[in-house]
């Protein structure tokens, strides 16, 4: 390995086994077998060989082994492909299924009036269908076949191209061997070129199953594939739904336009024959399957819708729960609180009944010193009216003052004329003393 199919050698690493090639986008395998081991010379040893059907399948892969799958895909697998077969290409069309397995698909195909054959790798796969089916199988590879070019009308692949050593050079000799208007119908995983490993492997994305880098050489994307058969010559590419669409991808490839039949020339196909009659029950039974499982997929998105809403109430709830949980851990704190509070509370009423008896003392003798007040104020009003008729009596006295002090100053003028006149009087009377002691004492000897 180290090379995509396209020819290219750089990938840009996607896992420890697969590098995605930078070019053409495909996931490579880089430790695949070499082509020459992928041959089966000897069932017993080689990897594609008998211990590949029963051994690795179920218990290396956990699939169910060959004896199982020889019946289930009948149901399982075969008549979804057969329809798309019958979509495309109406019997008695000449058709190859390549790896074709126990042949449960090449015998119903024979049962719809195909004329079908397939191809194999192990001789004992060979055998095992040739004798559990009764149909024409032969011991690829297909290129060692003796095939006209030009002679098939359709060759299916299912879950083979992925298996391929160089698949565009086995695709490549397919087309060769289809009639010019013959078409290839395959199923293979589908890599979508956006997947991240870490993050398939965070989701457990389904598509990891895929991820079998000694088997699984080549993991296509839709545009990739289309790359390949564009590069063959067949440029019409028409993609179905795949049985398992979560990892899987089914389309139908030509070189020419494709001419699709209806379901009525389908219907009338298969009712022409009695054979046909039987493939067309059972198409019509996986039909009705398919309502059904279509009803139960959408019961049980209903359910899973309910279910999820059921999930999202239950963890509010739970969150409801826990809160009021921790809410519950604080009662015997808040019952603690409540008996202090109500200690406090029976402590402050007590406080409060002991200041009410103060206070209605207080208002007692507030009332006392409130009738002392009355009969003060009494008493000062009986006092305040005497004074009053004192004061008016006064206010009568005071109005005389103008009169009196008139008359004040009378006498005043009147008592200084008469201290004038005494002090004259006086002056007059020492003048007179005072000459009269000049007198005598000129008199003296």
């Known amino acids: ?54 051994d690795h399948q179920s218990q290396d892969l956990d699939f169910p082994d060959i004896y199982k799958r020889s019946r289930n895909d009948l149901t399982e697998r075969n008549l979804h492909w057969l329809q798309t077969l019958l979509k495309y290409c109406m019997p008695p ?78 695709m490549g000799h397919c087309l060769k061997l289809l009639k010019p208007d013959g078409l290839l119908l395959i199923q293979t995983p589908q ?44 440029q019409y590419i028409e993609f179905e739904p795949a049985i398992f669409g979560h990892y899987d991808m089914f389309f139908a490839v030509s070189r020419e336009p494709f001419q699709v039949s209806t379901p009525a020339q389908i219907e009338s196909a298969l009712l022409s ?34 279910l999820e809403a059921s999930e999202a109430d239950r963890a509010a709830r739970l969150e409801v729960i826990q809160s009021q949980g921790q809410q519950l851990g604080r009662i015997p704190q808040l019952e603690a609180e409540k008996e202090r509070l109500i200690a406090q509370l029976e402590s402050s009423e007590a406080e409060g009944v ?20 009355i009969v003060r104020l009494q008493t000062s009003e009986a006092d305040r009216a005497a004074r009053l ?3 008016q009596s006064q206010g009568q006295q005071l109005g005389r003052i103008p009169q009196l002090e008139a008359e004040k100053e009378q006498l005043i003028a009147r008592l200084e004329s008469s201290e004038a006149d005494r002090v004259a009087l ?6 007179q003393m005072g000459i009269k002691t000049k007198l005598i004492a000129t008199k003296k000897p």
């Open 389 to 391: 008729e004192v004061i």
């Open 93 to 170: 069309a000449k058709v190859l299924e390549l790896g074709c397995s126990h042949g449960s698909f090449v015998a119903l195909m024979g049962q719809a009036g195909f004329d079908a054959s397939g191809v194999e790798m192990s001789p004992w796969v060979v055998d095992f269908g040739q004798k559990t089916f009764g149909v024409p199988i032969s011991v690829g590879p297909i290129e060692n076949l003796d095939i006209d070019y030009g002679s098939l009308d359709v060759i299916v692949l299912m879950d083979v191209l992925e298996h391929l050593p160089d698949p565009h050079a086995t």
């Open 273 to 306: 024959t009695s054979n046909g009659r039987f493939a067309l029950a059972l198409v019509d039974i996986y039909n009705r399957e398919l309502v059904v499982l279509a009803q139960l997929k959408a019961d049980k998105a209903h359910l899973i819708a309910k």
């Open 426 to 431: 006086y002056a007059n009377k020492w003048v």
């Open 191 to 234: 890599f979508k070129e956006s997947m991240n490993y870490k993050a398939l492997v965070k989701s457990k994305g389904a598509f990891l199953d895929q991820l079998k880098a000694d088997e699984h050489l080549y993991l296509f994307s839709d545009q990739s594939v289309t790359q390949l058969f564009n590069q063959l010559g067949a």
């Open 354 to 373: 002991a200041r009410t008896k103060v206070i209605e003392s207080q208002n007692q003798q507030l009332e006392a010193e409130k009738e002392q007040l």
């Open 1 to 54: 390995m180290g090379i995509c199919w396209c020819g290219k050698k750089k990938f840009i690493p996607f896992n420890t086994e697969y590098g995605k090639c930078r070019t053409c986008g495909t996931l490579v395998s880089l430790k695949g077998l070499a082509p020459e081991k992928l041959q089966v010379l000897d069932d017993e040893t080689d990897f594609y060989g008998k211990k590949y059907w029963l």
